[in-house]
């Protein structure tokens, strides 16, 4: 079992009346009806502020569209990195349940599998696989990999994570990968600002990091 140490806390954003000014579609793809919300007006900024080196980074990702389906929400994120868009899915599970019980971390409900789940959008997805690569020091050709990633997801908040709410939602991601131990990450998803933003624990889960986007 993975013992939490050190939890990044993302304060939650107050509920705001807001119209998003998405436009809807809906459609059948087998038996599950989803929803998509095309984003309107959000603006593409950088992937990250940081340089190539060995310092700590900090990634951010837009959300310009929104997928619900009957038990989740599919985000589809890009930014910016020197002169290509890059980005990624990511599946949300409805309702991860809150890993903070009583101001205190809960091994015990706090970790969920698969409910966080990360997978490619194609050329910006490997474009974004070249981008860690060139801040991580460590350039790669390889590409995103074509499998669904599951993480195991310990949840930093205190209460169950709604995504139909305007507000944001903390986790710590652990990624099993073929070269180091499991790579940690902060992972933050805030459904009033539509972005998703990810962060290093440490540098040293680099190169498992790299190897479970990449599948080698």
């Known amino acids: 079992m993975y013992k939490i140490q050190s939890i ?108 966080i789940r990360i997978s490619s959008s194609g050329q910006q997805s490997d474009n974004l696989i070249r981008a860690l690569g060139d801040l991580f020091q460590t350039p790669t050709t390889d590409s995103f990999t074509k499998d669904v990633i599951l993480p195991n997801v310990f949840s930093s908040n205190k209460v169950n994570a709604d995504l139909s709410k305007k507000t944001a939602y903390s986790f710590k991601l652990f990624l099993d990968n073929k070269k180091a131990a499991p790579a940690e990450l902060f992972f933050n998803v805030d459904t009033y600002k539509h972005s998703i933003e990810f962060s290093e624990k440490d540098p040293s889960f680099r190169a498992g990091f790299l190897s479970a986007l990449t599948g080698k």
């Open 8 to 115: 990044a806390f993302l304060a939650t954003a107050t509920v705001l009346m807001a119209s998003c000014g998405n436009s809807n579609q809906k459609k059948t793809d087998g038996s599950d009806t989803t929803t998509v919300n095309k984003i309107e007006g959000v603006k593409i900024e950088q992937f990250t502020n940081g340089t190539p080196g060995a310092e700590k980074k900090n990634f951010f990702l837009r959300i310009t569209d929104e997928i619900l389906t009957d038990s989740s929400r599919i985000y589809i994120t890009k930014s910016l990195y020197k002169q290509d868009t890059v980005g990624a899915k990511f599946e949300i599970i409805d309702f991860i349940p809150a890993g903070i019980i009583d101001g205190q971390p809960s091994d015990d409900v706090g970790f969920t599998k698969g409910k």
